[in-house]
């Protein structure tokens, strides 16, 4: 074992090599156990920590009858980390259920993470779940999308399940249809006005794609309408569509196309969802 540091607190944990050991958060403990009360308390057979693939995952909360594995997630995690752990689950015929602690939870910007724990539905688009202080209500946020014009979550709306009813009113609950909402866009006026004044204010992005059309001998003025995105597009893209839309313009031989980053996704909307840019920029060329 090894001392280590975590911001204030120490603890510790396997030498470098060994299997990774961290401790749990009084928050992590805290929401792992109303969540198992809650299961217990709608007539389940709930089971914390229980070790599946050979000691290789461990179910934050499970019910076995079900092979449900929900999992509290309040530490980071990567991207690959996630994929791993969710092909782990479904390798063992486990559903996993992913729901999200405090620092995943919107408190006036989504945190940049949270988008890799998306889940899609038709009746509720991109959604999320979140769990935060005093653990008596699971947040549903729903209709998630990106915003046009920058890194920015927009979400068409929050429900909110108190954890008194129990688990069958809570299947019917998640399924009802929310409608989608309007969410807000920008215009191409709107998106150059916003080019001209990061330029002046010498963004680096933007002083980058300065210099990239000077080369070209073209300026900010001359992108084409179509190169710009006005409505809000889904959250689970890593990549910006508008320097993709603008070196396709300008001819980059591998123009860097945003890639679906959704592990949680079933195979049939991985396959629906990888399409979704060539489809938005055929549909930009029509504008």
């Known amino acids: ?34 969540l198992t009360a809650w299961l217990a308390a709608g ?20 019910v076995p009858d079900l092979l449900l594995a929900g999992e509290y997630q309040c530490s980071p995690l990567t991207l690959g980390e996630l994929t791993r752990r969710h ?3 479904r390798e063992a015929a486990w559903r996993d259920w992913w729901v999200l602690g405090e620092r ?20 509720l688009g991109f959604y999320v779940y979140v769990l935060r202080k005093p653990f ?22 929050v429900d909110r399940f108190p ?9 019917r609950w998640h399924n009802r249809v929310r409608p989608a909402p309007v969410l ?39 992108i084409p309408a179509w190169c710009f995105p006005t409505r809000p597009l889904p959250p689970v893209f890593a990549g910006s569509f508008f320097n993709w839309a ?19 996704f079933t195979p049939a909307e991985q396959k629906k969802w990888a399409g979704f840019p060539a489809r938005w920029l055929a549909q930009q060329h029509q504008l």
């Open 43 to 62: 007539g389940l057979a709930p089971e914390n920590e229980r070790v599946i693939l050979a000691g290789e995952q461990r179910i934050d909360v499970c």
């Open 163 to 171: 954890l008194a009813q129990d688990w069958a009113v809570f299947q």
């Open 246 to 264: 603008i070196q396709t313009w300008l001819g980059v031989a591998v123009p860097p196309v945003p890639q679906l980053a959704a592990p949680l």
């Open 1 to 34: 074992m090894v001392l280590r540091r975590r911001r204030r607190q120490w603890y510790f944990c396997h030498a470098p090599g060994q299997k990774r050991h961290l401790p749990e958060s009084a928050d992590h403990l805290a929401g792992k156990a109303a």
């Open 104 to 123: 995943y939870g919107p408190t006036g910007r989504w945190p940049g993470q949270t988008a890799q724990f998306c889940q899609y539905s038709p009746a």
């Open 136 to 157: 008596t209500e699971l947040e549903l946020w729903h209709h998630l999308a990106r915003a046009p014009h920058m890194a920015q979550w927009l979400a068409g709306g």
């Open 184 to 222: 807000p866009g920008i215009s191409v006026p709107a998106w150059r006005d916003r080019l001209a004044w990061q330029s002046q204010r010498r963004d680096p992005r933007v002083q980058r794609l300065v210099q990239q059309l000077y080369r070209q001998g073209k300026q900010l003025t001359a």
């Open 87 to 89: 092909d782990s689950y």
